[in-house]
């Protein structure tokens, strides 16, 4: 590993490994505008975790000081009926705009792992002939957590089926379809797998859902923003997702949840709370559901958090979520191919599908000393991806604020990384690493 | 009611309904200075519903230019390691501060709604001989929603029993303790109640349940910050509370929920998502519960709503629960006494305790034209109550930025609402006053 290879040294010598191809790829970019409606405090830092956290949006910082100092501050109380009561519906509206669902079927509440909770449960307790919940071991394991919750709430013998995927990469959609029976409840994926990035067929597997009789749940959290989804294409029953990542909603911002419009009416909400009533200022002592998707919202919602989503989501459908995929699609088959020529004779494997369809965002690569590396990638180098265990370092790559550039020297750095042992003073895996 | 009263023309007459009486009162407040610490756009609003929604107190404003710009803005994902991920406890700790519990005993997290059906329904689940819990009519709604949302998904024949109170003011004690028995699994009420501010003596009631084998669960959200809670003191088993009132923290901010420290592993999340387990960035399959209060978290927590709640905490902390009290106290009974010379002879009734003990910080006037008379106080006077159905016009007092002369000043504009028939031009209700 000590002497990097010459064409390392030489990079003019590799087509796709010369920086001035990278910053071509970038002039050539009808969408690098985008990067300039972010604050960038530190130019240096190459963030690579808009998967985890995006960036905070320029004009989120005005509008989260309006909220403040207007909203709050000088109107108070009668800024819930200014604007603050529909804003879980309206934000919601937006939302559906970028994963194919009409307006009234999307609505802004909570976090996600509690509107998996709600829609979950609801969808169990709607089918009491059924017993099953499906899904795979490359789902989030939040979800998992959650599903087995329901189940234990749902009672009846409702059980967790968790189907295991072959590579640890690739969705396993035969074994899905093999475990979807007429006993089945649910089927709960993760649309884009938190770790390798695949991105399930969701017509395909929607399908094969409703083929045995049961409804289907999509978490969003790695699609919505970064992949074109078609939830009503699908004819997809219920989704869910968060808007911290590639929504660039702030940290712990609040989650959104979907419901198909002909379910709404069918399903309960098991955490019926007074902003699902059909009359919340009438304060009458029995629940009874709002119409509409407005029966899933529970507590009173997190005004800063909704406020905070909304510019956000304006930009990226300003920007079109085909011209966001055809960008993020170019720069993660980039990544991959400098990954090919630098990184893959150092050892390093590559965890995410090769196929671009399949693939969404964000580029997994493994190593044996994926921990330390990460660790010295962000100390030494400035450059910042996160891990996932056991030796997942991922790259989330956000089209509206990433370069190719950075992409560039992200895998440069790496490469140095790794060629010059600067990881090796860092420890083993301690700290969680978000 | 068209001419005033005598000695409502020369106030001087009658020694309380003196305005002079009302700022000699603020002269000798000694909590007064507080005022200054809160943004008051305009000084000319008498803002009475702190009880609803607290004023924005300057630090927060300048916390969230801090953790908007820094945290998210600059430090990235990074700033979970940096605090973030601990800020649930360490808010909650200092939560606990106002409400007499162990700093390991309040956690914050969701909303109230969702933190009741979590507690309520760990508890039912605990407690698999007894099928009842016990509440009253005067109880928020939506706990009463959430709660049969509990015994819904708790089966096994779980029914919420509500007893009702005679006058609709006071908390039915003795029938509360009547429905006890032993099939009962829980008791669940609003500490200060949110329609008359009748607070319950905590100690008793919770005795009482105790005496019955049955849990208790406070819902502490008129309460907190507003009246000194004791909750290790009365031995209470469960808690949950929201932020937004007297805490000051912001439009929807999150909830907080309290567990006695020994009944925390013996209880489970219902909910059960990633942040309550034992091991979050494991990423294992399985849930396992984390140690102590944690395992009551579930999603990502709202790092923008957890950071506008801490200044108002801090404030509290620093004021003291019971000089707080002791203001409170004294402010409410002035009102009274103004209620009682002023308003009363208008065919105002009081719809809160007369008992200064009995009553938590808001007063509740009654009158057949309430709804018109409180759009009326808004437009016309700018005052800003707000009104619960049938007939409650709420006065929330405030401690650290309500004055005695702002008391004053709400009763003789409302007296001059309604005898200058001011109201007359206002439609009944129909829009929702928050």
């Known amino acids: 590993m000590g002497t990097p290879p010459l064409w390392y040294t030489y990079p003019a010598m590799v087509f796709s490994v010369n920086e001035r191809y990278a910053l071509w790829l970038d002039e050539q970019d009808e969408m690098a505008h985008y990067r300039q ?61 970028l994963i194919g669902a009409r307006p009234d079927e999307v609505i802004v509440a909570d976090s996600t792992s509690v509107n998996l909770f709600k829609l979950a449960l609801a969808a169990v ?37 968790i189907v295991e995927s072959d590579d640890g990469i690739h969705g396993p959609v ?46 969003l959290s790695h699609s919505a923003g970064s992949i074109p989804v078609a939830l009503n294409a699908a004819n997809a029953d219920l989704a ?77 459908l300003q920007a079109g979520m085909e011209q966001v995929r055809a960008k993020s699609m170019r ?34 690569l493994g190593h044996d000393d994926g921990y330390r590396i990460a660790r010295a990638l962000i100390e030494e180098m400035n450059v910042l991806p996160d891990f996932r265990r056991p030796d997942n370092i991922r790259f989330g790559i956000a089209p509206l604020y990433n370069s190719f550039a950075e992409i560039h020297a992200a895998v440069t750095r790496l490469h140095t990384v790794v060629a010059e042992q600067l990881y090796e003073k860092y420890g083993p895996d301690s700290l969680p690493v978000t």
């Open 37 to 97: 409606r972010f604050v960038i405090e530190d130019p240096e830092l190459i963030y690579l975790d808009g998967n985890s956290l995006g960036r905070l949006p320029k004009a989120t910082r005005a509008r989260l000081q309006q909220v403040v100092d207007d909203g709050w501050g000088r109107r108070l109380i009668r800024s819930w009926n200014e604007g603050w009561i529909e804003a879980a519906a309206r934000v919601g509206g937006k939302i559906a705009g």
């Open 125 to 161: 307790q709607s089918q009491s002939s059924r017993h099953k919940i499906v899904t795979d071991n490359l789902n989030f394991p939040s979800d998992l957590y959650i599903l087995q919750g329901v189940c234990k709430s749902a009672g009846r013998g409702c059980h967790l089926h």
């Open 174 to 219: 035969e074994q899905l379809a093999d475990a979807m029976d007429d006993d089945t409840a649910l089927v709960a994926l993760s649309h884009t797998l938190f770790k390798s990035g695949y991105s399930y067929d969701m017509a395909t597997v929607t399908e094969l859902a409703h083929r045995a009789g049961a409804m289907i749940l999509w978490d």
């Open 240 to 316: 869910v997702g968060c808007s911290y990542k590639y929504l660039n909603g702030g940290p712990g911002s609040p989650a959104f949840l979907y419901v198909r419009r002909d379910r709404q009416e069918k399903l309960g909400n098991p955490i019926s709370g007074w902003m699902g009533q059909a009359e919340p200022f009438a304060f009458g002592l029995d629940y009874e559901s709002a119409p509409g998707l407005r029966r899933f919202l529970t507590g009173t919602p997190s005004i800063l958090g909704l406020s905070a989503i909304e510019p956000g989501v304006d930009m990226l």
């Open 331 to 364: 720069q993660s088959e980039y990544m991959i191919s400098l990954w090919q020529e630098l990184l893959q004779p150092l050892g390093f494997t590559l965890n995410s599908p090769r196929e671009a369809a399949r693939r969404g965002s964000h580029v997994s």
